[in-house]
């Protein structure tokens, strides 16, 4: 925040042509030539010519301490007829208290001198153009019914301007300022008679919410550590005490066991294509004389038999 305001200080003594505009803010702040300097030039912007002291532009950095004393006992003999100090103060111009209070001393004076290049004349030093202003101000002071009636069209047309006028009569007002004071000197009263019977403790209310507060969150970690005491040591065990199910190498031995199947189907397809061509090429002679099945027939049979309970197992290696 001082940094912002120094940045603006010297944009304003830039607007006032101070030739050390530029200067580091550290030089401006604390005691110095470069300090001294602006101080001065700034002091008989401010004094204008009818000044009672002569300027000493000193120049250049080399100063011996009777001299630089010497410069700021004149500085602060200035800045109290100015009316910055109230008295001969040396460390004012010097610099005292922090940065803040430095920058803050610095720019009300280069307000000061701001405000003296906007009088209505030039020529006119700040007592003076203060002087004119409070002359104005009595002037509107004296007239404000004239200035503020509704001839004088200060106010928007929407405006409704209600006149006081008569003004009522200062023995009136003071009897009912007497008589409002008394009323509130009895209110004042009571409020001490409550005060005196009841103690007020404007923070019971929350003190008493905190305690209750307090005590559920007490209740609250109790049971949330007795959770992890009886997790830790119940829980936790009794859930991990069961050995995992070892299924590996079931995969591989399913697959076989389908391809397995699978060839045994294809094989049984086979026997039934047999059977039907031994039976077109031995039609009639396929049975014993005794009536009996060919072994060629009986194994055919005994497969179909079988066909249904391989494809049984055959789904159920493919789940």
Same mark, same amino acid.
């Given at each position: 925040m001082a940094a912002k305001q120094m940045e603006e200080i010297q944009r304003k003594l830039s607007m006032l042509n101070y030739p050390r505009a530029n200067a580091p803010a550290q030089s401006l702040l604390f005691a110095g030539m470069e300090r001294y300097a602006l101080l001065e030039w700034l002091f008989f912007r401010l004094l204008g010519d009818k000044s009672p002291f002569s300027q000493q532009n000193l120049q250049g950095d080399a100063m011996d301490r009777d001299e630089e004393t010497s410069r700021i006992q004149y500085l602060a003999e200035i800045a109290k007829f100015l009316g910055i100090?109230?008295?001969?103060?040396? #460390? /004012?111009?010097? +610099?005292?208290?922090?940065?803040?209070?430095?920058?803050? *001393?610095?720019?009300?004076i280069v307000d000061l001198v701001e405000a003296s290049i906007c009088a209505d004349n030039p020529?006119?030093?700040?007592?003076?153009? /203060?002087?004119?202003?409070?002359?104005?101000?009595? %002037?509107?002071? #004296?007239?404000?019914?004239?200035?503020?009636?509704? #001839?004088?069209? !200060?106010? @928007? %047309?929407?405006?409704q301007i209600q006149s006081i006028y008569p003004l009522p009569d200062v023995s009136e007002l003071e009897s009912k300022l007497a008589e409002q004071s008394k009323i509130l000197s009895n209110l004042q009263q009571k409020v001490d008679d409550l005060a005196s019977k009841h103690a007020y403790n404007p923070d019971e209310e929350y003190t008493e919410v905190e305690s209750k507060l307090r005590a559920q969150l007490e209740s609250f970690l109790e049971t949330a550590r007795s959770f992890n005491m009886i997790y830790?040591?119940?829980?936790?065990?009794?859930?991990? *005490? *069961?050995?995992? @199910?070892? !299924?590996? +190498?079931?995969? @591989? %031995? %399913? $697959?076989?066991?389908?391809?397995a199947y699978? *060839?045994?189907?294809?094989?049984? +397809? $086979?026997?039934? $294509?047999?059977?039907?061509?031994?039976?077109?090429?031995?039609?009639?002679?396929? #049975?014993? /004389?005794? +009536?009996? @099945?060919?072994p060629v027939t009986r194994i055919i049979s005994e497969c179909d038999h079988a066909r249904p309970a391989s494809k049984f197992l055959m789904i159920v290696a493919r789940q």
């Open positions: 100090t109230t008295t001969i103060d040396t #460390e /004012v111009i010097q +610099g005292r208290g922090s940065y803040e209070d430095r920058t803050e *001393m610095l720019r009300l020529e006119w030093s700040v007592d003076e153009q /203060v002087a004119k202003d409070i002359q104005l101000i009595d %002037a509107i002071a #004296e007239k404000q019914a004239l200035i503020f009636s509704e #001839e004088c069209k !200060l106010f @928007p %047309a929407d405006v830790t040591k119940e829980i936790r065990p009794w859930t991990h *005490m *069961m050995e995992v @199910p070892q !299924l590996h +190498g079931f995969g @591989p %031995a %399913a $697959n076989r066991l389908l391809e699978k *060839m045994l189907l294809k094989f049984l +397809g $086979n026997l039934r $294509n047999l059977r039907d061509s031994h039976a077109a090429l031995a039609v009639g002679s396929s #049975e014993t /004389v005794a +009536g009996e @099945p060919s």
